[in-house]
């Protein structure tokens, strides 16, 4: 005779599963959804807090198996859903239905940020998330260019309609302004100004908001970082000295203005020649080091391509021109590691810095 499945030892089998970011298990977090018996089969679902959750297939292998191992289980079915937290600083502030604002931004321009800003946008739009971009990189629009679009739709009445490419939506400062015309972004106005303009865009629910700011720690990136309802931001550096100091102005910033840092990104890092050699251009593994630093997260190394540059001079970001390039991988991995920070943010967890996190 064989015994009865419960609800309550799968809970309990399950509440052995941990969630690797946030540190807690399923059923504390609860993640468990639609549990059904039917017999000996079992089936549920785990709600994610994102899509582009970077352990997913861990976390479905661990909870298969707890279940698994309870007597009399012979089939689990376990489907992944998501449901991305929302740190609530957008509604209160500009009354949006934008879960997440993600600031990416740097200490001085050219060192990729813009590059950044696009592929993880689109790479967790990739994913399954309602993502939205906005260019707010008043000295050098270039995410337009880089996302292949000349111009935004027609406004419906009042509201701007951001332009719809590669899943997502995205509207630039720099496409607004007409040639020539100069752009004041400081004094009392600007809070209420940049916070009118969010709510002037029709955007829709999001997930994830991705704003690329301005370079830098003057004016327009200061005023801009203070005025947007920000969940967290993203320092992108190169590894040489200069640039890491740089970058940890930015990041200095940040927190002066007590947004969370969610990580520092450390682009051409390396470049790898024909021959199987590598050169390490701009110097290595300073990302890594201004991270431990600073103690705030490494979300991972992009090398050179120059297919980079190509796709974004042609409106084709590298995460949709070559997805199986070594870029590309390192900017889907990173978009992960983001969502991930994002959700652990999010849900107002106190953890120490996760091993996991650092490579
Ligand atoms: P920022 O926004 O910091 O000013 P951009 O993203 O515009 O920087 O990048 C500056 C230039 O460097 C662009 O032409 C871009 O295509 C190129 N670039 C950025 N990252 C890489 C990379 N990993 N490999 C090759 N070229 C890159």
């Known amino acids: 005779m064989t015994n009865k499945i419960t609800q309550e030892a799968i809970l309990t089998a399950l509440s052995k599963v941990q969630e690797p970011e946030l540190h807690q298990d399923l059923v504390t977090l609860n993640?468990?959804?639609?549990?059904?018996?039917?017999?000996?089969?079992?089936?549920?679902?785990?709600?994610?807090?994102?899509?582009?959750?970077?352990?997913?297939?861990?976390?479905?292998?661990?909870?298969?198996?707890?279940?698994?191992?309870?007597?009399?289980?012979?089939?689990?079915?376990?489907?992944?859903?998501?449901?991305?937290?929302?740190?609530?600083?957008?509604?209160?502030?500009?009354?949006?239905?934008?879960?997440?604002?993600?600031?990416?931004?740097?200490?001085?321009?050219?060192?990729?940020?813009?590059?950044?800003?696009?592929?993880?946008a689109v790479a967790l739009a990739q994913s399954g998330a309602r993502v939205g971009l906005l260019d707010a990189d008043i000295y050098g629009p270039n995410v337009p260019t880089m996302m292949g679009v000349e111009k935004l739709p027609p406004p419906n009445g009042k509201k701007l309609v951001p332009a719809k490419t590669y899943g997502l939506k995205m509207i630039s400062m720099g496409l607004l302004v007409k040639p020539g015309q100069p752009l004041i972004w400081r004094g009392p106005m600007l809070n209420s100004a940049i916070r009118q303009f969010l709510g002037?865009?029709?955007w829709g629910e999001l997930d994830y908001l991705i704003v690329d700011l301005p370079p830098g720690t003057g004016d327009a990136a200061l005023s801009l970082a203070q005025a947007l309802p920000l969940s967290g931001a993203v320092i992108v550096t190169l590894p040489q000295l200069v640039s890491l100091e740089d970058a940890s102005r930015g990041l200095a910033m940040f927190r002066t203005l007590e947004v969370p840092i969610l990580g520092v990104v450390e682009n051409m890092s390396y470049l790898d020649l024909p021959d199987g050699t590598r050169m390490d251009i701009f110097g290595s593994g300073g990302g890594e080091q201004l991270a431990q630093a600073s103690e705030t997260h490494f979300l991972g190394k992009i090398p050179i391509d120059q297919n980079v540059r190509i796709g974004g001079d042609s409106g084709k970001p590298i995460v949709v021109s070559h997805p199986e390039s070594p870029v590309a991988k390192a900017l889907a991995e990173i978009s992960q590691k983001i969502a991930a920070r994002v959700s652990v943010e999010a849900m107002g967890s106190q953890n120490e810095l996760p091993i996991n996190i650092v490579e």
């Open 31 to 120: 993640m468990i959804r639609n549990l059904e018996i039917a017999g000996d089969k079992v089936s549920f679902t785990v709600m994610l807090t994102t899509p582009a959750c970077p352990l997913r297939g861990q976390i479905e292998q661990e909870s298969r198996q707890a279940v698994m191992a309870i007597a009399g289980v012979k089939t689990v079915q376990v489907k992944l859903d998501s449901d991305v937290p929302n740190d609530g600083r957008m509604r209160g502030l500009v009354n949006l239905p934008i879960r997440n604002a993600i600031a990416v931004g740097s200490g001085k321009g050219g060192v990729g940020k813009s590059t950044v800003s696009v592929n993880v």
């Open 200 to 202: 002037d865009v029709e």
